[in-house]
T-cell receptor
Framework: AQSVTQPDIHITVSEGASLELRCNYS??????LFWYVQSPGQGLQLLLK??????LVQGIKGFEAEFKRSQSSFNLRKPSVHWSDAAEYFC??????????????FGTGTRLQVTL | DTGVSQDPRHKITKRGQNVTFRCDPI?????LYWYRQTLGQGPEFLTY????????KSRLLSDRFSAERPKGSFSTLEIQRTEQGDSAMYLC???FGTGHSPLHFGNGTRLTVT
């Protein structure tokens, strides 16, 4: 069974500083990887996804993530954080088989706080 | 694209009562998912429909839970004899196609069982 670990429960960065949120996954085959963002009381919005190909993927709002198979990681980065980026961020892995495609397993999330 | 709509946004109920939530997916999305999210946790998969067929149910979905998608469009999730442990955010998501299309989530229904 697949699993996702987000080691950082809470991260605080200053506005304008760079950001990296860590994500490690466990899955026996080729993973399908996602990052979602959730504002308080809201649903989840897709930031970016990795299915195959280029291991550096670009997403919305200036976010990017790099898939590293050797490290089983899919870390999310942003060069310069804006105050509006404060939210909860979830990494998720999808099953690589086609039987239940798109069924996702989520990590426990990282809460990002941005100081002005 | 009007997004995934969930109703109600909030529901407070007393233990032992039955509750029903509704989800309207993005039109033409053939797949619909229900997830549950408790405080401080990521969403956990509950069940999944392709069109009107319920293809998978998580072990988290006890006998008190039932989900339907009668015409392959909207879906309902019913919880019978609610317990305090059912208090959570219930999220609905939809996607299109047969591959790994990204899930589009609604804003959820927050259930509080007193």
């Amino acid at each position: 069974a697949q699993s996702v670990t987000q080691p950082d429960i809470h991260i605080t960065v200053s506005e304008g500083a760079s950001l990296e949120l860590r994500c490690n996954y466990s899955y026996g085959a080729t993973p399908y990887l996602f990052w979602y963002v959730q504002s308080p009381g809201q649903g989840l919005q897709l930031l970016l996804k990795y299915f195959s190909g280029d291991t550096l993927v670009q997403g919305i709002k200036g976010f990017e993530a790099e898939f590293k198979r050797s490290q089983s990681s899919f870390n999310l980065r942003k060069p310069s954080v804006h105050w509006s980026d404060a939210a909860e961020y979830f990494c998720a892995v999808g099953a690589g088989d086609t039987g239940t495609a798109s069924k996702l397993t989520f990590g426990t999330g990282t809460r990002l706080q941005v100081t002005l | 694209d009007t997004g995934v709509s969930q109703d109600p946004r909030h529901k407070i109920t007393k233990r032992g009562q039955n509750v029903t939530f509704r989800c309207d997916p993005i039109s033409e999305h053939n797949r619909l998912y229900w997830y549950r999210q408790t405080l401080g946790q990521g969403p956990e998969f509950l069940t999944y429909f392709q069109n009107e067929a319920q293809l998978e149910k998580s072990r988290l979905l006890s006998d008190r839970f039932s989900a339907e998608r009668p015409k392959g469009s909207f879906s309902t999730l019913e919880i019978q004899r609610t317990e305090q442990g059912d208090s959570a955010m219930y999220l609905c998501a939809s996607s299109f196609g047969t591959g790994h299309s990204p899930l589009h989530f609604g804003n959820g229904t927050r259930l509080t069982v007193t």
